[in-house]
Every structure is written in structure tokens, then in C-alpha cells.
């Protein structure tokens, strides 16, 4: 009976992981949490194995640990093989920008130790923009549950003989819990790569640590069958407590992976909530295993394994090969979600569960039937011939891929141009600022200013290149005359210095990847320093979405007596460019001080303004990306 419940009642909450896991790689701005997905696979782990093998010691005094082994070789490494084999297929006809490292991604994936040499090898965002995703990158959580499979036998061995009580054990287990999130909070405070926080064995232990404690404490199998009515009812409200709690979680911005608090405790607190859920499920007198009970997420609990393996690569590859996600982004989505759904149908039937119990005797039945002439139907041979073909064009992409020349996205163009900014203009703002901080005087008046640009376009011109951009002699004049703080991502940080040509008087600060809950502090930063000028120019949104809570917060920090210019986003192979200029047009109605910069319109028509990635502007595009930008300032700007 306790068998049955864990399969319904676990299978329930797998389907939440997996679903949430799905919804933030489609949306990561809405459901900002579910990456917590993971945390919620890895305290199942630990509490399942653990309490099989204290049963095992509780009633044999031993472990099989021959058998657990094979069992987890036949559950997890044939959908695994055939994940790796069938894309190392794709990239070799298909997409072979992403052939480089192939093997050592095979390798490392067999050996276990993915999530070490992602910690190695983290893709650069000039990487991920140029279309050189990994399908990949989501199985760092396979190896650090393989290196846990491999290694929690001889844990639980030298627990169960030298700590002798189960008291013992859990504070144990408990102790080097805590002291792995303790040790996630200390690197991300000291500055440590976040690769190296995310993807860390002994930095993500605590879910699995905390679910084999809750195991010691809380065995499913000596679980009392009766309690008192207000006993089970204290359950099962404890249970609805944890799930909000989860879910609030879920979809809180706290939670946002670019801010601290995931690492100061948050994955930490989602991760006690998920044990206290995990628990309540188990004991049998609570509701929520019948709860969590239904159809729908027994099949998604059934064939999660296969849908978490097969969410990225849909993802990339599908991505890769449309022209413009963000004008269909939801039929892409639904299109990606039901690809996802029938490769892991497929792996479950055809692979999973087949191969699950597989035995020498079994495949060599199945390899005599295939030559069996008297067989009518040639199904299995057609099945067979399929496989080994994937498997030979795999295995080729496999060894040709070390001779695969890799090319170096931070030695791009792009990457050096923004990287020559950057410097030029941290040197020039320290100038400015300093300049800033010394000057109370307020400026001429707009309407003097514009006689005395009138009077200069003719007589001392600037920036006479850049009228063939699209900006007058007039209007280069006055941008010389913006007092103007800019914060903006790698877009502006690739035109800064076309920027700062034009508008001398603008402190411009502008970096790879950032989103819009970097500029709160930025913002802040400029104000306590008493340099926010009253021009203020935001290009955030290429990086992802935001919603208009916190748009108004950052309007509010900068306040209504400031004339704000915001650049709407050009990036038609994301699928949050409509969403992020939507959000844009309805602020602009919203707040008088509002200008929306319309920089897709202007662009839309030419994709030769733009490298590869119709995102981030070339050379000759930074000037027409910039002399748009001054040319709207200055109609609107304070003087």
C-alpha cells in the first residue's frame, strides 16, 4: 500500500517540477521561479533513496547496492544515451555551429560530472545571442543526482554503522545540509562565479540533504495508518500552508535568479517548504497523496524524466529555425510544448519503460526476432534500422567534433567593440561625474539655446557625418547641451561611444545582460551622488521581460519632475519583443515625463542595420541607432 501512494502522490508533485520547470524556460519573466523545479526533484531523491536503503538495513541488515546500481543504470542511462545520440544527430545535419565540445559534452554527461564542466565552460552572452545555445544546458541536474545515486550507498553504509543512532544521523545529515546553503550564500556575498554557485554539487546538496534527513525522521514505511482527526487535519492544512507558500515562491520576484535573495536562503526556504510537502504526502493519513492523485499528472509524473530531458533541445533547435518568434510566440509555444510531449511519449514506451528491465536474455530474444525470416511484420526492423542510423550519425558528430573549429563569440566584433566602449566610457563618466558634483549652475534657457544652435549649425558645425543619418545640424548642436544619465544593456553598450559623441554631457552606463532590476540600484546610486540628471534614457529589455509594477517602480525613484526616454526592443527572435513594447506604449499613456523611444518601428525595415542576431546593431547601424535616439532627446529634453 505505501508503494502505491508514493507512486500516486510523488508522481503529482514531479508533474508540478516538471511543469514549472517548462513555464519558466518559456516565460521566465511571469513564472520567475521555475527553476525551482529542481530543488523539488532533488529532495524526492534523496528522501525515496534514503528511506529504501534504511528499510533495507531496518529489515536485512544490509543494502543491495549490486542491484540499486543496475537499477539506476537501466532507469536513467538509456533515455540519456538516446537523448545525447539523437542530438549529436540533429547538430551534425542540421545546426553544426553547436558541433564544437560535442564530446566533451557527451563525455561528461556519461561520466557524470556535466555540472563541472559547465562550471568550466559557461556560455558567454555573446554565445547565447548568436544563436549558439546549448541544447544542453539543463543536464548539469542529471549528473549531480548521478553523482548522489553513486555515492549515497557508502554514505548511508558508515551512517548506519558509526552513527549508530537515527538521531545521529539526521542531525548529520542535517548539519552538512545547512552548511552547503550556508556555503551558497558565502561565495555569492564574496563574488564567486554564479556558474560556479548554480551548477555546484556541494552548493545545490541541501535539497538533496534535507530530503534524506526528512527520510531518517519521517520513513514512509513506519508512518503510523491511524492518528487523531485534529491530528490529520493539521496535516493536511500544513500541506496547503507549504504548497502556497511554494507557489507564492513560485512566482515571487524575490526569486528572480539575477537577485541575491535565491542565494541568501531563498532556494534554501523553497527547499524546507518542499520537504514539509514531501512529508505530508508520505504519511498516510493525509489527503494530499489523493490530492495529488489524478490522470493527467500521473502521465506527466510518469514520463517527467523524458519531458525534463527533451524541454531544451525542442527549445533551441525549434528556436533556431524560426525567423521571427515574437510575432507567433504563443502557437511556437504550444508548438514546442507538443513536440516536447511526443519525444517524451516516445522515450517512455520505446525506451523508458521497455529498457527499464531489460536482462541479457531479453536482448537476445529481441536481436533473434529481428532476424527471423518467418516474422511478417517489419515494424521492429524498421524501428531498428532508425536507431542505428541516429546512432551511427551520432557517433560521427561525437568524434569529428573535436576537429571542429570553435568560434570565440568574446573575440567578436560585437564583443570587442562593447568591450572598447565600456572602458572609454567608465574613463569619461568618472571625468563627467566629478565635473557633475562640482557644478550647481543651472543652464541657458531652451529658447536661447536653440538660437545660439541655430547660430553655431552655420557657422561651427559638429558631428558632420552623422547627418546622413537621419539628424540635422540643429539637433547636434543641442545635443551637445543634454544634461543626460543613460543605463542601458550590451544594445547601448555597443553604440556608447556614438552616444557620448553626440551628447558630450551624458553619463552613459550600459553593460552585457542586464535587466530591468539592475537599474533600481543604478538609479539610487546616481541620486545619492547628486548626479541624476534631469534627462534620464533607459534601453532595458532585450534580455527579457518585465512587468509594470516594476516599471513604476523605477519611474517613481526617478521621479515626475525628470524627463524620461526609454528605447523600446528590436529582437525578433525572442519571444518577449511585443510584450516589453506593449508594456512601453500603455506606460507612456500612463506617465507625462514618458517618452518611448520607437527604435523597432524605425529599425524594423532594416535588417542590414543589424549583425546576425537582428539585435544588436552594427557599426553603421550604432549611428542610425544613435542619431535616432539624440534626435528624439533633444525634441523633448530639458535644458
Known amino acids: 500500500m505505501a508503494k502505491n501512494r508514493f507512486i500516486t502522490g510523488y508522481s503529482g508533485l514531479r508533474a508540478l517540477a516538471v511543469i514549472g520547470v517548462i513555464l519558466y524556460h518559456l516565460d521566465p519573466n511571469t513564472f520567475v521561479g521555475g ?28 543494502f543491495d547496492n549490486k542491484n540499486f546500481y543496475l537499477k539506476r543504470l537501466k532507469k536513467l542511462y538509456p533515455p540519456l544515451i538516446a537523448l545525447l545520440w539523437l542530438c549529436a544527430a540533429y547538430i551534425f545535419v542540421f545546426q553544426r555551429n553547436l558541433l564544437a565540445k560535442l564530446s566533451q559534452i557527451v563525455i561528461t554527461n556519461l561520466l557524470n560530472v556535466y555540472n563541472f564542466w559547465q ?81 555546484g554539487t556541494d552548493t545545490r546538496f541541501f535539497s538533496l540533504g534535507l530530503g534524506a534527513s526528512l527520510a531518517v525522521i519521517w520513513p514512509m514505511d513506519k508512518l503510523k495508518a491511524k492518528i487523531e482527526r485534529i491530528d490529520a487535519n493539521l496535516l493536511d492544512i500544513s500541506g496547503i500552508i507549504s504548497l502556497l507558500a511554494m507557489i507564492f515562491l513560485f512566482f515571487s520576484p524575490l526569486m528572480n535568479p539575477e537577485n541575491a535573495f535565491p542565494y541568501y536562503g531563498g532556494m534554501l526556504l523553497f527547499t524546507i517548504f518542499t520537504v514539509l510537502l514531501v512529508g505530508i504526502i508520505a504519511y498516510p493519513c493525509s489527503h494530499w497523496n489523493n490530492w495529488l492523485t489524478n490522470p493527467l499528472f500521473n502521465w506527466i509524473g510518469s514520463r517527467s524524466y523524458g519531458i525534463y530531458l527533451y524541454q531544451f533541445p525542442v527549445m533551441i533547435f525549434f528556436e533556431d529555425k524560426v525567423t521571427n518568434m515574437a510575432d507567433h510566440v504563443l502557437l511556437y509555444h504550444l508548438i514546442e510544448i507538443c513536440l516536447i510531449l511526443i519525444l517524451s511519449e516516445m522515450s517512455y514506451r520505446v525506451i523508458e519503460k521497455p529498457l527499464g528491465k531489460v536482462t541479457w536474455a531479453k536482448i ?16 521492429p526492423r524498421i524501428k531498428a534500422v532508425i536507431a542505428c542510423l541516429i546512432f551511427v550519425i551520432g557517433s560521427v558528430a561525437i ?38 558634483k562640482k557644478s550647481n549652475t543651472k543652464g541657458p534657457r531652451a529658447t536661447k539655446l536653440i538660437a545660439q544652435a541655430k547660430r553655431s549649425a552655420k557657422k561651427h558645425p559638429v558631428n558632420k557625418s552623422f547627418k546622413k543619418f537621419g539628424i540635422s545640424q540643429v539637433d547636434l548642436q543641442l545635443a551637445h547641451q543634454v544634461p543626460l544619465t543613460a543605463i542601458g544593456d550590451s544594445v547601448m553598450a555597443g553604440s ?42 533607459i534601453a532595458l529589455g532585450t534580455n527579457g521581460p518585465f512587468p509594470m509594477s516594476d516599471l513604476d517602480h523605477l519611474m517613481t525613484e526617478i521621479g515626475p519632475k525628470r524627463q524620461v526616454f526609454w528605447v523600446n526592443t528590436h529582437v525578433p527572435n525572442k519571444p518577449w519583443q511585443n510584450q516589453v513594447n506593449k508594456t512601453l506604449q500603455t506606460a507612456a499613456k500612463r506617465y507625462h515625463n514618458l517618452t518611448v523611444i520607437n527604435w523597432y518601428n524605425h529599425a524594423q525595415a532594416h535588417s542590414n542595420w543589424f549583425y546576425e542576431d537582428q539585435t544588436h546593431p552594427t557599426p553603421v547601424g550604432s549611428k542610425y541607432y544613435s542619431a535616432f535616439i539624440v534626435k528624439t532627446i533633444v525634441e523633448h529634453a530639458k535644458f
Not at 163 to 181: C, D, G
Not at 367 to 379: G, H, I, M, V
Request: net charge positive; glycine share 4%.
Open 399 to 436: 568524434l569529428v567534433s573535436p576537429t571542429a573549429r570553435a568560434e570565440d563569440y568574446n573575440k567578436s566584433q560585437l564583443a570587442q567593440r562593447i568591450s572598447a566602449n565600456q572602458q572609454r566610457q567608465s574613463r569619461e563618466n568618472r571625468t563627467l561625474i566629478a565635473k557633475l
Open 119 to 199: 562550471i568550466l565552460n559557461g556560455q558567454s552572452y555573446f554565445e547565447r545571442f548568436a544563436a549558439n545555445e546549448s541544447p544542453f544546458v539543463h543536464l548539469w541536474t542529471m549528473s549531480i543526482n548521478g553523482q548522489f545515486y553513486f555515492l549515497w550507498p557508502l554514505v548511508i553504509f558508515l551512517l548506519v554503522k558509526f552513527s549508530k543512532k537515527r538521531e545521529n544521523t539526521f542531525w548529520i545529515l542535517f548539519s552538512v545540509s545547512m552548511l552547503s546553503a550556508l556555503e551558497m550564500a558565502i561565495m555569492y556575498k564574496t563574488g564567486v562565479d554564479l556558474n560556479r554557485i548554480y551548477y
Open 35 to 62: 527553476y525551482l523545479g529542481v530543488p523539488i526533484f532533488f529532495v524526492l531523491s534523496g528522501y525515496l533513496v534514503t528511506c529504501q536503503m534504511l528499510k533495507a538495513y531496518d529489515d536485512h541488515g544490509f
Open 364 to 379: 537476445k530474444n529481441y536481436l533473434d526476432s529481428l532476424f527471423d525470416k518467418t516474422r511478417e511484420s517489419n515494424a
Open 496 to 537: 556608447s561611444n556614438d552616444l557620448a559623441k553626440l551628447m558630450p554631457k551624458a553619463v552613459i552606463d550600459a553593460a552585457v545582460s542586464r535587466q530591468l532590476s539592475v537599474a533600481f540600484g543604478l538609479i539610487n546610486q546616481y541620486k545619492l551622488q547628486k548626479v541624476l540628471a534631469n534627462n534620464v534614457l
